[in-house]
């Protein structure tokens, strides 16, 4: 099983600062990843899949990046609505696939 | 527009069964694949499975395969999901999912507790 780690668990951000949230595969998955973002009581919501293909209900403040292990999530100009639970997902081997265990982005 | 909505959930003592339901409305159902995902207390999401538009293609992830089993009736637009010996760390919200790559489509989810 392709194991997802996500850092930091926590991560603390001003409104109007960036944020960068980090997710590593135990092997590589290519490009086979999205992001979703998830707030309290509600259904994960889908950023990003492809890595940095970005879902039409998300603005360009939202950005992925990455390859093979390494991905991250960039969010500029923190919005309040921003402050949520974010995870990573891959499905190199779709239908089967994984996710991260979730950064939680709370304002500072 | 897209809606999912669960339902069935409840306690259910170990060892106990019970049966989700997802009702789909706002696309053609009988066309596209679909999910179940859960996400126990304190725990990341968890893939579960996967059945295709014509049932006739079914994945498991290994925590549930032989336990639950997942089936859909295209004529009613409705999704299933049969859960059997169910165990503690069986306890989570429950979501059935369409297109959880490209559009994720995601219901509110069902809370299933499993306890004495």
């Known amino acids: 099983e392709i194991v997802m780690t996500q850092s930091p668990a926590t991560l603390s951000v001003s409104p109007g600062e960036s944020a960068t949230l980090s997710c590593r595969a135990s092997q590589s998955i290519g490009r086979n990843l999205a992001w979703y973002q998830q707030k309290p009581g509600q259904a994960p919501r889908l950023i990003m899949y492809g890595a940095s293909t970005r879902a039409p209900d998300f603005p360009p403040r939202f950005s992925g990046s990455g390859s093979g292990t390494e991905f991250t999530l960039t969010i500029s100009s923190l919005q309040s609505e921003d402050f949520a639970v974010y995870h990573c997902l891959q499905y190199k081997n779709w239908p089967m696939c994984t996710f991260g265990q979730g950064t939680k982005l709370e304002i500072k | ?116």
């Open chain 2, 1 to 116: 527009e897209v809606q999912l909505v669960e339902s069935g959930g409840g306690l259910v003592q170990p060892g106990g069964s019970l049966t989700l339901s997802c009702a789909a409305s706002g696309f053609t159902f009988s066309t596209y694949s679909m999910n179940w995902v859960r996400q126990a207390p304190g725990k990341r999401l968890e893939w579960l499975s996967f059945i295709g538009s014509s049932s006739t293609t079914i994945y498991y992830a290994d925590s549930v395969k032989g336990r639950f089993t997942i089936s859909r009736d295209n004529a009613k637009n409705s999704l299933f999901l049969q859960m059997n010996n169910l165990r503690a760390e069986d306890t989570a919200v429950y979501y059935c999912a369409r297109d959880l790559i490209t559009g994720g489509h995601w219901g509110q989810g069902t809370l299933v507790t499993v306890s004495s």
